[in-house]
């Protein structure tokens, strides 16, 4: 279990301040994560890798000369935000373009891609990567829906010397892309791992049980077997790895590759060392040269008990790119000639900052009231709801949607009193909370919640009192949004199984005539029930979709928390009386 922590909701940040305190000479504190504390050239590429807080040496510690320029750090086992992407490229870029790389995960893609779209936008080149090299999340046929492990070391390793050399922009991405299309990883599992201040692990292997194929968030392995010795733990390794060889390779004899044998948190070297004897010794058998090989911790998932091993197979191009000098807090490789601590600390952009305030009016500001109100009320509802959320998560995925959840609601509802008590109208409280939501809660449901209450907030204005029709359409603009973003459709096991009969229901009803009160009513019962059916639905997109036979019988987690937060919002709806506990404090 994980035993030393304060709040288990500041866990993320004290971390990332202590480390940053501990390694001052490699990195220095951005919004949003860390950047190099040390000078580069202008005019070189920049490549800002990231993910979830948990992983330690990924990804903090893979910041440094000849490794990555930055890293952004979300909350435990949940992306960052977009903003948090965008605020440490834009600190850690040196007029280049910058390259993101990260694991290939829902809630990283969707927000390093927007990060993308947004540096592009503001005249930053920008190219993203995600990396696939986990063998046991998906066939062959479908290597871009992978998962990215342990092999995130190697891509970013090689594209930081690429760019270290002076390439432009493509050649780096090029170079990365190809590392990446030439690296396998497999991982197993002897127990689950516990987050901060959880009670329990996020799953468990039964006693003298393996599970293999496991992710480094905590979801359950594809198969379970028992332990074998250290030998047989590297043939299952080697054989699985060797069976799937790279386009253009046709048989391992007389190759090259560097392999990355990783302990996940409990596994000890000297266990890792005894493995990687017989994995050496296979390899070799097999005709196959390994380059300087790294055995040891380069993505843990806190107190783990496993370890995976990654092939990548290099070429006369990737080979020095990999030996390549390199010094980082956590990795470190010949001798790299210390560069000044930089001088200048970076321009970082803000994570979130208050909205302009348009002009409103007193029917907007007596919406505005109401909004804080139900805002709070989400925010009750999600921390009364949270533990069995994180339950329900943790069937099929990594058992975080209770948590971020929860931090996503809190900003919400506490960005939503700052705005409104400085004078914002009802659309300007709602977008100050959605970017609140966004950055605080990261992951998929983050970068979604954000997206809807944005286009609601849109929709709603500060100037009139919104009526039936105004919400309603806030909430189509919103489903228009969540299933534009993320691309989920129904029947995927997703929030948008909840979503897409809640605003049928509620635009029919509005339409006909009822009262938003009324409409809402009709549009919660719809919406229920659709979150109960998602329990006979198998997830075919997410963290959880490998796991998909796991869910069945069980609820997904995101139309669950939809679900409970529509039917608060009529509960509060349909309470007529003021929201007195909002400070009121007219002007800004």
Same mark, same amino acid.
């Given at each position: ?145 992978? =998962? ?35 690296? =396998? ?70 190759? =090259? ?74 990795? =470190? ?256």
């Amino acid at each position: 279990m994980t035993r030393l922590f304060n709040d288990a909701a500041d866990f993320a940040d004290q971390s990332i301040d202590g480390f940053v305190a501990a390694h001052q000479r490699w990195v220095r504190r951005v919004p949003g994560g860390v950047a190099r504390s040390t000078s580069t050239p202008p005019g070189r590429v920049a490549v800002v890798i990231g993910g979830g807080s948990g992983h330690y040496p990924a990804f903090a510690g893979l910041v440094g000369q000849g490794l990555a320029d930055g890293a952004v750090m979300g909350n435990v086992f949940a992306s960052p935000s977009a903003a948090q992407v965008v605020s440490v490229a834009t600190a850690a870029q040196h007029g280049g373009g910058v390259l993101l790389t990260y694991g290939n995960y829902a809630g990283d893609v969707l927000n390093f891609s927007q990060a993308e779209e947004r540096l592009n936008g503001q005249g930053v080149p920008c190219r993203s990567l995600p990396v696939t090299d986990d063998i046991s999340s998906a066939p062959p046929t479908d290597r871009g829906k992978r =998962r990215g492990v342990a092999g995130d070391l190697v891509v970013f390793k090689i594209a930081a010397a690429a760019a270290a050399e002076g390439r432009s922009l493509d050649d780096v991405a090029e170079v990365a892309a190809r590392a990446n299309d030439r690296t =396998r990883t497999l991982g197993v599992a002897f127990t689950g791992c516990t987050l901060p201040g959880a009670a329990a692990p996020l799953f468990t292997v039964p006693a003298g049980r393996m599970a293999i194929g496991l992710g480094i968030h905590g979801e359950p392995g594809l198969d379970e077997v028992e332990i074998p010795t250290a030998d047989g733990l590297a043939e299952l390794f080697v054989s699985k790895l060797l069976s799937e060889l790279p386009d253009g390779i046709h048989t391992p004899e007389g190759q =090259r590759v560097t392999a990355v044998l990783n302990g996940l948190g409990a596994v000890k070297y000297e266990e890792l060392f005894v493995v990687y004897g017989r994995v050496n010794q296979l390899l070799t058998d097999a005709g196959v040269e390994v380059i300087d090989p790294v055995v040891g911790e380069v993505c843990t998932s806190f107190d783990m008990a496993g370890a995976s091993l990654t092939l990548t197979w290099l070429d006369d191009e990737l080979e020095p790119l990999w030996t390549a000098p390199a010094d980082a807090p956590a990795f =470190r490789v010949g001798a790299v000639e210390s560069a000044p601590i930089t001088t200048e600390p970076g321009a970082a952009e803000p994570i979130v900052t208050q909205a302009a305030f348009a002009p409103t009016t007193e029917a907007s500001r007596a919406a505005a009231a109401r909004v804080v109100q139900l805002l709070e009320a989400i925010r009750a509802c999600i921390d009364e709801h949270a533990d069995e959320l994180g339950r329900i998560d943790a069937v099929a995925g990594d058992g975080d949607h209770g948590i971020g959840m929860q931090r996503g609601s809190k900003a919400a509802a506490a960005a939503a009193q700052e705005a409104y008590t400085a004078g914002a109208g009802a659309g300007t409280v709602l977008t100050s909370a959605a970017d609140a939501w966004a950055d605080r809660a990261g992951g998929t449901s983050g970068a979604l919640w954000g997206v809807a209450l944005r286009r609601l907030g849109a929709r709603i204005g500060d100037h009139d009192k919104p009526s039936a029709a105004a919400v309603a359409d806030g909430v189509h603009a919103a489903r228009t949004g969540i299933c534009d973003f993320g691309g989920a459709e129904v029947g995927d096991k997703t929030l948008v199984d909840v979503l897409v009969p809640f605003d049928d229901q509620l635009t029919a009803a509005v339409r006909q005539g009822s009262s938003l009160i009324d409409a809402w009513q009709t549009a919660t019962a719809a919406a229920e029930q659709a979150a109960e059916a998602t329990a006979h639905l198998l997830p075919r997109r997410g963290r959880a979709r490998p796991h998909a036979e796991r869910s069945l019988g069980t609820r997904d987690a995101g139309a669950v928390s939809l679900s409970l937060i529509v039917r608060t919002i009529h509960d509060r709806l349909a309470d007529t009386r003021p929201a007195s506990n909002i400070p009121i404090r007219e002007g800004r």
